[in-house]
Nanobody, 112 residues
Framework: QLQLAESGGDLVQAGGSLRLSCAAS????????MAWYRQAPGKERELVAE????????RYIDSVKGRFTISRDSAERTTYLQMNNLQPEDTAVYYC?????WGQGTQVTVSS
């Protein structure tokens, strides 16, 4: 069983930055795939960013390309989502995913 705990969500103004963290309950060095999802009010959960291996391959949805960066630190059992130039449409609950496990989510609110 793996437990995930997100943190770092906050209320920020448009153009601001946040770094989300996802701490795993045990070392994740042998886990090849991790992802961040988000769910806005009234919308389905959507995949935002993915990372394979030791940061050698990443993928993002078009709306966050160039603004968000996913990374991982296996030694610290943590994955990160650096979010820059945040926009109101980024407002959502952000979830960490290491299949089949999910965190509880962290709220990101961007004001215009």
């Amino acid at each position: 069983q793996l437990q995930l705990a997100e943190s770092g969500g906050d209320l920020v103004q448009a153009g601001g930055s946040l770094r989300l963290s996802c701490a795993a309950s045990k070392v994740i060095v042998d886990i090849n795939y991790m992802a961040w999802y988000r769910q806005a009010p009234g919308k389905e959960r959507e995949l935002v960013a993915e990372i394979w291996g030791s940061s050698s391959s990443t993928r993002y949805i078009d709306s966050v390309k160039g603004r968000f960066t996913i990374s991982r630190d296996s030694a610290e059992r943590t994955t990160y989502l650096q979010m820059n130039n945040l926009q109101p449409e980024d407002t959502a609950v952000y979830y960490c995913n290491i299949p089949p496990y999910w965190g509880q989510g962290t709220q990101v609110t961007v004001s215009s």
